[in-house]
Nanobody, 123 residues
Framework: QLVESGGGLVQAGGSLRLSCTASGRAFSSYAMGWFRQRPGEERLWVAASSWTGGNTYYEDSVKGRFTISRDNAKNTVYLQMNSLKPEDTAVYYC??????????????????WGQGAQVTVSS
């Protein structure tokens, strides 16, 4: 089970940090990803961390603004979002993919999903 927190309302240029905490003892064996979904649109990949934790990947529009990190001791993955823009407004989902090193951009590859956290950026 994945539980997200940290969403909210922020002005453009501001920052938010999303957290996603997993239950169970195998968290370190999962690659973790963040996706977002705007109303009426498909769920799109934002960032991912390989299951070894050594590699991180970002969608082009968030590079340099968002940072994914993980704390395996706390079974938690984070998404630090800086310099937020109105177009970042969406429901953000975390997801887990068992021992995955490839295909992290594709939602269909993930095994578990969080419930979603609303992020709203006002102009």
């Amino acid at each position: 089970q994945l539980v997200e927190s940290g969403g909210g309302l922020v002005q453009a240029g501001g920052s938010l940090r999303l957290s996603c905490t997993a239950s169970g003892r195998a968290f370190s064996s999962y690659a973790m990803g963040w996706f977002r979904q705007r109303p009426g649109e498909e769920r799109l990949w934002v960032a991912a961390s390989s299951w070894t934790g050594g590699n991180t990947y970002y969608e082009d529009s968030v590079k340099g603004r968002f940072t994914i990190s993980r704390d395996n001791a706390k079974n938690t993955v984070y998404l630090q979002m800086n310099s937020l823009k109105p177009e970042d407004t969406a429901v953000y989902y975390c997801a887990a993919d068992y021992k995955a090193d490839v295909g992290l951009r594709f939602a269909a590859n993930y095994d578990y999903w969080g419930q979603g956290a609303q992020v709203t950026v006002s102009s």
